[in-house]
């Protein structure tokens, strides 16, 4: 059996898919509640054809893919790809050298819904050639202009076919084939290009409609539905509260922040406030109970955990039940410490550990007016509200 690897192209930016001038590349925005490269890589991983997939990152994403916390036995360390997308491939394939597959998958981290069967069809046609391509009818009519504003002919539609990828090639054909073409300047518009100009045999392979490319920011909205798979999608509440008091001690734990002050929180954990408020929230939204039921106060494996523990739970049982949280809004109550310059931290910190944009994220604080246990700084309250989306069979 052929060894078959897999690279995979996730090294530019995807400014046309930008939704917020973040700065954020579209391969690790989150698509129904996990990045769109991890979920990329995670359909090679799973099939059993594929003996190894190999991630060619920007030189800049390293903790952003670091981030996505990905582990499998066949996933090769990324490598860092070049400033264009020949550079790239060019990169990951002399990456796979000294281990070198007979077969690899050159694929796009932006195409997130590849089938097995494209996969199967792709390597089959390798039988007769050094190359393959998948693809699909072209359906609609195609004009052609000079000048961008006048026809200047119509095409012949059943001629012309949409390429997509994984294209695959024999591994040592495609190097030497990219080997040769460093020199030229970027005007390949994908690997089948290079092959083509290297004089290699590529053949068609069966496509599918369903294997799109996200390029826009109308494809994130697209790529959601398809998840989950058209279905009707119900919001849910949920809101959560949480106190702990003063203790002697020289900062407090607030969003998985640390904040200096002239006491700590007192509690069975971390006594994060904000976090055990947030994790509330959404398993009231869930209807799934509270931290208590899910981690006993009474299990010592608990003493002094990092609450962040917590969210990361209560996100995940979001994401089993094919969910996606849309808001996450926390209000901190005291008096001290000032909370307002450790806001952007604290909603950069919930951001990461829930997997959302931080644009979905909302911290705000205030004071009792010096009344109550608060306003006799006695402790530090939270109040949150978390929103979000279950499949309706999921009621």
Known sequence: MDRIAAIIVAGGMGARAAIRDDGLPKQYRHVAGRPLLARTIDTFLAMNRVTAVLPVIGSEHRSLYEML?????????????????????????????????????????????????????????LADAEGAVPVTLVTDTIKRSIDGKTVGGTEDRTQLFAAQTPQGFRYRDILMAHRRAVEMSDGFTDDAAVAEWAGLRVALAQGSTRNIKITLPSDFARAERMISGDRVMETRVGSGYDVHAFEPGDAV??????????AKLKGHSDADVVL???SDAIYGAL????????????????????SRVFLEH?????????????????????????????V???????????GVDIGRVAVKATTSERLGFTGREEGIAAQAIATIELPGNHA
């Open 69 to 125: 916390g990905l582990f499998h036995d066949k996933l090769l360390p990324p490598v860092t790809g070049g400033n264009t997308r020949q550079l790239s491939v060019l990169a990951g394939l002399e990456a796979l050298e000294a281990d070198a597959p007979d077969v690899v998958l050159i694929h796009d981290a932006a195409r997130p819904f590849v089938s097995h069967d494209v996969v199967d069809n792709v390597v089959a046609a």
């Open 253 to 262: 734990i607030l969003g998985n922040v640390a904040i200096p002050h002239t």
């Open 276 to 278: 055990h408020a947030l």
């Open 287 to 306: 209807a799934e109970g509270d931290i208590g039921a899910h981690f006993p106060p009474s299990e010592a494996r608990w003493k002094g955990a990092d």
């Open 314 to 342: 209560a996100v995940g049982r979001v994401l089993a039940r094919h969910g996606r949280i849309l808001h996450l809004d926390a209000t901190i109550i005291c008096e001290k410490p000032k909370i307002g310059p450790h």
């Open 344 to 354: 952007p931290g604290i909603r950069r910190r919930i951001a990461e550990i829930a």
